[in-house]
């Protein structure tokens, strides 16, 4: 059983365009530089990284088009999103500072908060952990009458999760406001996409839980948008949820500590690198004369300033103490975590 094509591609890998174009020049002019901002912090974060000075970090490289572009289709006043763990250009779109992206991933985590009004639940590291609270609060939106929508994303590994299944479900009988975008690279960590499921794609599944399923070219920018865009109407008009596969690849690793020689060739990245998201729409500006290339050097070098600037600003902060890893886990600690408590800023 195939999910149904609705959205098709409409950006090859050449950077032509088929049919209509779905976004202003000022959209895709926006997209370019958030997919640009996206790939010099992937390289900064693992140089970092590399040196001790960032934890485990997780590239977006090749998963620009599905991540920006489902992003965009959302309005950051009204609706919410709750990232998995490598949706770091979606947040920064939908209102998190960037100094707070790196506060999170540099360990200054008394600084890392999401500021008020910003709605935007915290990545979540834990497999499909997000999604149940993805249900949750789209439930609690109907309840209160907010015509607004949740967009949450999890990758193909955690659709085999039973969270994936329970929030699904849950969004499903509640008639729930839920984008779920389901980012399938591929790989979930190193295990392939035809060890997981003998479906034919994702999407399918979508009609055994009550909502549209959808599978669209997750390397194009266009049909994500498409895709997205005509989904959170239908959350808004009262339809319920809607889940949306982009299919697309890891051109890097799964993250810091993985090693993806180990489980896939040399040939297969180089045959998915031909359809590099960021590459594609920068021909697509350059060809529209969006932009120029000096217009891209621009873009280029204004990202690399503003990535320095956080990281002093973010390194100069002060790392927290020993009772951080207390707080935020109970409103009175019990006796053994006092105790616990005072021992360490005893000897801190």
């Not at 693992?46 to 489902?70: D, F, N, T, W």
């Amino acid at each position: 059983m195939k999910a149904k094509a609705r959205f098709e591609s409409k950006l090859d890998s050449e950077g032509f365009v088929r049919g209509a174009v779905p976004m202003t020049d000022e959209q895709i002019r926006h997209a370019l530089e958030m997919m640009l901002r996206s790939r010099a912090i992937d390289e900064l974060a693992v140089k970092l990284q590399r040196l001790g000075r960032v934890g485990v970090y997780a590239p977006v490289h090749g998963q620009e088009a599905a991540v920006i572009g489902s992003a965009m289709a959302l309005d950051p006043n009204r609706d919410w999103l709750v990232p998995a763990a490598r949706e770091q250009p979606a947040m920064l779109h939908h209102g998190l500072p960037i100094e707070s992206l790196f506060a999170l991933y540099m360990g200054r985590l008394d600084f890392a908060d999401i500021p008020e009004g910003v709605k935007l639940l915290p990545r979540q590291q834990a497999i499909a952990a997000q999604i149940p609270h993805a249900a949750g609060l789209a439930w609690a939106l109907k309840l209160r009458g907010e015509r607004a929508a949740v967009m949450v994303y999890c990758g193909d590994g955690a659709s085999s999760e039973g969270d994936f299944h329970e929030g699904l479900n849950l969004a499903g009988v509640m008639g729930a406001p839920l984008i779920v975008v389901l980012v399938n690279n591929r790989y979930a960590i190193s295990t392939p996409f035809h060890k997981q499921t003998a479906a034919a794609s994702l999407a399918v599944r979508g009609e055994g839980y009550g909502m549209p399923g959808v599978a669209v070219n997750g390397n194009d920018l266009f049909a994500v948008f498409s895709a997205c865009k005509f989904a959170v109407k239908h959350a808004l008009d009262g339809k319920g949820p809607y889940l949306i596969e982009c299919q697309t690849y890891r051109l890097g690793f799964h993250n810091t500590s993985d090693n993806p020689a180990e489980y896939r060739d040399d040939a297969e990245v180089e045959a998915a690198r031909v359809d590099d998201p960021v590459t594609k729409l920068a021909e697509y500006c350059l060809k529209t004369c969006l932009v120029s290339e000096s217009d891209l050097s621009a873009m280029i070098s204004e990202v690399q300033v503003e990535l320095r600037a956080a990281v002093r600003t973010v390194e100069a902060l002060p790392r927290p103490g020993p009772d951080f890893i207390f707080k935020n886990v109970y409103a009175n600690l019990p006796l053994s975590l006092e105790r616990q408590l005072a021992k360490a800023l005893e000897e801190s």
